[in-house]
């Protein structure tokens, strides 16, 4: 599965606290996808920070 953060993303940093390794807060206040999940538990936790998304900023790429 592969993500991408749509321009709904109002920067409040819940994805990159649930999943750092796939989610980043940028310098310019939004989050940015910096790896696609390679594990499982990651997997997990991507799924995890999609659904926790306050905008459905986050979509399956
Ligand atoms: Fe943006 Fe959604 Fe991540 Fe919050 S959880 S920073 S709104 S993509």
Redo the contacts with the bound molecule.
């Keep these: 599965m592969k993500y991408l ?2 321009e ?9 606290g ?1 999943c750092p390794d796939v ?1 980043e ?1 940028g310098g310019d206040g ?2 940015h996808v910096v790896a696609d999940p390679k594990s499982d538990t990651v997997r997990e936790t991507a799924a995890e ?1 999609m659904a ?7 979509e399956e790429a």
């Design positions: 953060v749509n709904n993303c109002i920067g409040c940093g819940a994805c990159a649930i989610f807060l939004y989050a920070a926790s998304c306050p905008t459905s900023a986050i």
